[in-house]
Nanobody
């Protein structure tokens, strides 16, 4: 079992920046993908960015050029640097980790990001 704990959310003005962190409760040695999703009120949860344990990153179109995902494998921690934030980025942001070999996925509890105009 793995617990994920997100931090770094908050209230920021449009154009500002936030850095989210998500730490796993134990080190994961097997190949895995860590990801950030978000869910705005009344909308489905959507992928923002993910990154493999080898460091290959993938971004949603809405995140390209503004957000950067990174990870620290020694700590099994994933980060999301969000710049040039917009009101439409307002959502609860969730991290997850998926084990490549089994498909088992764990989710964090989410952290609120609110961008004011």
């Amino acid at each position: 079992q793995v617990q994920l704990v997100e931090s770094g959310g908050g209230l920021v003005q449009a154009g500002g920046s936030l850095r989210l962190s998500c730490a796993a409760s134990r080190r994961i040695l097997s190949s895995n993908v860590m990801a950030w999703y978000r869910q705005a009120p009344g909308k489905q949860r959507e992928l923002v960015a993910d990154i493999t344990s080898g460091g290959l990153a993938n971004y949603a179109d809405s995140a390209k050029g503004r957000f950067t995902v990174s990870r620290d494998n020694a700590k099994t921690t994933v980060y999301l640097q969000m710049n040039s934030l917009r009101p439409e980025d307002t959502a609860v942001y969730y991290c997850n980790v998926r084990m490549v070999s089994t498909g088992v996925t764990y989710w964090g509890q989410g952290t609120q990001v609110t961008v004011s105009s």
